[in-house]
């Protein structure tokens, strides 16, 4: 019975089957989503899901549409504009509706306080002193600028990104070596107890120990804190609402710094979105000087027309056409020309010298880097050898302090300077690579070229 049972109910039971499958395959967020991350986020991933879903970087991206879109504003404007027209005028006393091509010139005319109009207007620009062919140039270079602030702002979020994602990273091994150092503590606050009831050191150590771990706990705690805070701000570049404070996975690790030549920085910096677009900048307002002084030429339009006119019930109705060419040429504008070139000259001297400061900036930036790079460098050796003696100095207060020849103070700052640098270690390994991180941003190489022209 059973097996008719399912026999005859095996269609719908594959048919289940198979739409529970189907649901929860397209039920799957994507690996990027906003609603689901994954349980830890690599540097690599972190980096796709910012390029892909920061706001501020979509922002920028919309805005080079729109210079694109801009582009093909100014060039509608060399094709003829064609334009449909109609009217109609009603008049306090009639008047005459005479057809140009009426059957007789004795023929009276017809009169009609109502009179209708259609037809269609075409016209196209033959010359305006270069002035559409300007406006096309100027859109074009703000296309290429808006791209190059695209470029740069994708080159910026992922510095943001890297220099975050380290720091976290950064801040997860300060707060492991904290609470090896607090477990330490709070072991030697435990002997120390059993030695206080054995009556073998006065209370005011135990005191002091309590205050070392309570200070450790504090300082534990406000690191925790920082990763939060850290995490929060992750989410944020990366499109992300801010309390899912996503967890990163990774190592920080010591890079490996590029020996750059003066040249090869000159020559990187040169190429540089943020100074390509600075010169595109100073071009489009070469290109407004040429586009104001424009307006002091003649303007020559062709036009042509073709319509219907009649008076009231249509009568007399008639079709009309016209031809010609229209010139214009300013006299006088109350000095709104010569203004505006004064004014498109002044900006276009305001854009040449930043550029310059760009220029210096970004070499300042670059040897900026050079120097926290060397500097760290030089800190992460010292520490690595603080921190072997610091320990070693600490094993011998440990062995005095438990032999009852050395005191607690004393023991406690050798657990300090141990702490210290070990923090200070740490401090100097993410030094480097948030100064390596710097360094590619200044030269423009923290993007692959692949990606720094898409």
């Known amino acids: 019975m059973v097996q008719k049972l399912l026999k005859a109910n095996f269609s719908i039971i594959l048919f289940l089957g198979l739409l529970m499958i189907a649901a929860s395959i397209f039920s799957i967020p994507s690996v990027y989503g906003a609603s689901s991350l994954p349980e830890a986020l690599t540097l690599s991933h972190a980096i796709q899901l910012a390029l892909k879903k920061n706001l501020d970087l979509s922002a920028l991206q919309m805005d080079e549409k729109a210079t694109r879109a801009a582009i093909r504003k100014s060039r509608g404007r060399l094709y003829p504009r064609l334009d449909a027209y109609s009217s109609y005028k009603r008049m306090n006393n009639p008047s005459a509706v005479i057809p140009v091509k009426g059957p007789s010139p004795s023929d009276m005319p017809y009169f009609s306080r109502d009179l209708y109009a259609a037809g269609l207007h075409v016209s196209l620009p033959l010359y305006e002193g270069g002035l559409t062919r300007t406006d096309i140039h100027i859109a074009s270079l703000s296309n290429k600028a808006a791209k190059a602030a695209v470029v740069r702002k994708r080159q910026i979020l992922v510095s943001t990104v890297t220099d975050t994602f380290n720091y976290i990273l950064y801040l997860k091994r300060l707060r492991k070596a904290q609470s090896e150092t607090l477990q330490a503590l709070k072991k030697a606050r435990a002997d120390a107890f059993l030695r206080l009831k054995l009556g073998k050191i006065p209370p005011l150590d135990l005191m002091e120990m309590d205050t070392q771990v309570a200070s450790q706990e504090q300082a534990l705690v406000s690191t925790h804190q920082s990763i939060k805070k850290a995490k929060q701000y992750l989410a944020v570049l990366m499109g992300l609402d801010p309390s899912s404070e996503p967890e990163v996975l990774g190592t920080l690790l010591r890079p490996q710094s590029k020996v750059f030549s003066q040249a090869l920085i000159e020559q990187l910096i040169k190429n540089r979105p943020d100074i390509l677009e600075a010169q595109r900048q100073v071009e489009k307002a070469e290109a407004s000087v040429r586009r104001a002084s424009s307006k002091k030429l003649p303007r020559i339009e062709l036009f042509g027309d073709w319509g219907l006119r009649a008076g009231s019930r ?141």
């Open 314 to 454: 249509l009568q007399g109705e008639e079709g009309i056409w016209s031809a010609g060419i229209n010139l214009s040429f300013n006299i006088y504008d109350g000095k709104r020309t010569s203004s505006e070139v004064a004014e498109a000259r002044f900006r276009l001297n305001a854009t040449k010298k930043r550029l310059r400061a760009l220029r210096l900036q970004a070499k300042s930036q670059v040897l900026s880097a050079l120097s926290s790079l060397k500097d760290a460098e030089a800190r992460l050796l010292v520490s690595k050898k603080v921190q072997q003696s610091a320990k070693e100095a600490f094993r011998i207060e440990k062995l005095r302090y438990d032999k009852g020849a050395g005191t607690v103070t004393d023991l406690l700052k050798a657990q300090a300077a141990w702490q210290q640098a070990k923090a200070q270690y740490i401090k100097a390994l993410y030094d480097i690579n948030s100064a390596v991180t710097a360094l590619k941003l200044a030269t423009g190489t923290i993007l692959p070229p692949l990606n720094r022209e898409s």
